[in-house]
C-alpha cells in the first residue's frame, strides 16, 4: 500500500493531496485544485483469486506510514498528512511505525458520502432512540468522527450440502417424528467476511448492507490519501474459518427451504470447492462519544450512509414505557370485557 508522497502533491502549486468523496477526485488542501484519479487500465477489480490450500499464503513487509493503536493494538495505514493522532476503531492514541506487514489489497470502493453527511444521518439515529437518556443529544455532538478504510474479504465458493434432521408430523390422532435426510448444492458469491478482529459486528452491518461488488474499482493509493485504512492482516486460511459463522446460518437457512418442513435437530456436512477471494477495502465513518463516562460507538456506510450505533438508556423511562403498556393492555381488556366480546 506504500506510495511515493511526492504521487499525492498537487501538480499546480506542489501542495498535499487527499480524496474528495464530494469530488471523487484528489484535491489539494492549499490551492483547492481537483485532479482526476485514472483508475489502471489493466486492472480488474472483479478479478478473484482461486484459493489453493498447497500454496503458501505470505504477507509482505514494507516501509510505510503506519501508525499502531496503544490501546486496542489496531494498525492503520495513512497516505498523504496523517488527519488524526487517535485510533478509528477504538478513539485510543496511535504512535507511527516504520514498518507494516499484512497482504496488499486488490480492489476498494471510495467513500462516497461526505463527512456531513456522516453526521446528519448519525444526529438522526440519536434522535430516534427510545428511552434515551437527558443529554444523549449533546454528549454525541460533543464526539469525534473517524473515518476508516476497513478490510474484507469477499469469498465464492460450491458447497454440496448433505443433511439430516426430524419433523414432526400427524399419523392417525398421533403425532410422531420422523427422520429426513437429502442432499443439495448450492453456490456463494461475493460472501462479505471481515479480514480483522477489530471489525466488530457494528462495524459489519454498517457495509454490510450497502456493499455493492459491481462498484469495486481497482486499488490506488490515491483513493485513501488523507484517510486511515488498515491493511489485510489475515491470511486466506483465517478468512475461511471466519467464513464459517455466517456459512452456516446461510446453510442452515437453504435447508430449511430444500426441506419445506419444519426440521429440528438439523446436522449436515459440506463438501467445499471452487473457492476463490478477493482483500477489498471499504470505507465507514464511525462516531466516538461519551455519555457517564462510559464510550459508544454510531457507524455510517462510507456508501449510501447507512447508520448503526450503541447507546445508553434511561431505565425510567423505559420502565414508564413498560407501565403505559401494561396499563394500556388491562385497559383493552377491561374494554372487551365490558362489551361482552370474546
Known amino acids: 500500500m506504500a506510495v511515493a508522497q511526492t504521487d499525492l502533491r498537487c501538480t499546480a502549486c506542489g501542495g498535499q493531496c487527499a480524496y474528495s468523496p464530494r469530488e471523487g477526485a484528489l484535491v489539494c488542501d492549499s490551492c483547492g485544485t481537483a485532479h482526476e484519479i485514472i483508475d489502471d487500465a489493466r486492472a480488474d477489480p472483479a478479478a478473484e483469486t482461486a484459493y489453493r490450500a498447497t500454496v503458501p499464503d505470505v504477507p509482505v513487509a514494507e516501509r510505510s506510514h503506519a501508525h499502531r493503536c496503544t490501546a486496542c493494538g489496531g494498525s492503520v ?94 399419523v392417525g390422532k398421533q403425532r410422531v417424528r420422523r427422520r429426513e435426510t437429502g442432499v443439495f448444492e448450492t453456490r456463494f458469491d461475493d460472501l462479505l467476511v471481515p479480514a480483522s478482529p477489530h471489525i466488530t459486528p457494528l462495524i459489519r452491518d454498517g457495509v454490510l448492507h450497502d456493499f455493492d461488488p459491481g462498484t469495486l474499482r ?28 455466517d456459512k452456516d446460518l446461510l446453510i442452515r437457512n437453504q435447508i430449511q427451504r430444500h426441506s419445506r418442513r ?78 361482552g366480546l370474546p
Open 77 to 170: 495505514i495513512i497516505e498523504g498528512a496523517a488527519l488524526s493522532e487517535r485510533c478509528s476503531y477504538c478513539n485510543g492514541p496511535l504512535v507511527r511505525t516504520l514498518e507494516d506487514v499484512g497482504y496488499p489489497a486488490m480492489a476498494l470502493i471510495p467513500f462516497q458520502i461526505v463527512e456531513d453527511i456522516a453526521w446528519q444521518n448519525a444526529r438522526a439515529w440519536i434522535a430516534k432512540r427510545l428511552a434515551a437518556p437527558a443529554g444523549l443529544a449533546a454528549s454525541m455532538e460533543a464526539g469525534r468522527m473517524a473515518t476508516l478504510y476497513a478490510p474484507f474479504f469477499t469469498f465464492d465458493s460450491t458447497e454440496l450440502v448433505d443433511y439430516w434432521g426430524t419433523y414432526t408430523t400427524k
Open 218 to 245: 481497482p486499488y490506488a493509493p490515491a483513493y485513501i490519501a488523507g484517510f486511515p485504512a488498515e491493511r489485510h492482516h489475515l491470511n486466506v486460511e483465517d478468512g475461511l474459518m471466519a467464513k464459517q459463522r
Open 262 to 339: 419444519r426440521l429440528s435437530n438439523i446436522g449436515y456436512n459440506t463438501a467445499t470447492s471452487g473457492v476463490r477471494y478477493r482483500r477489498i477495502l471499504l470505507p465507514v465513518y464511525i462516531l466516538h462519544y461519551e455519555h457517564g463516562a462510559k464510550a459508544y460507538k454510531v457507524v455510517t456506510c462510507g456508501l449510501h450512509g447507512k447508520t448503526f450505533g450503541e447507546r445508553p438508556f434511561d431505565h425510567r423511562k423505559l420502565f414508564g414505557y413498560a407501565a403505559t403498556i401494561s396499563a394500556a393492555a388491562v385497559l383493552v381488556g377491561l374494554l372487551y370485557g365490558l362489551a
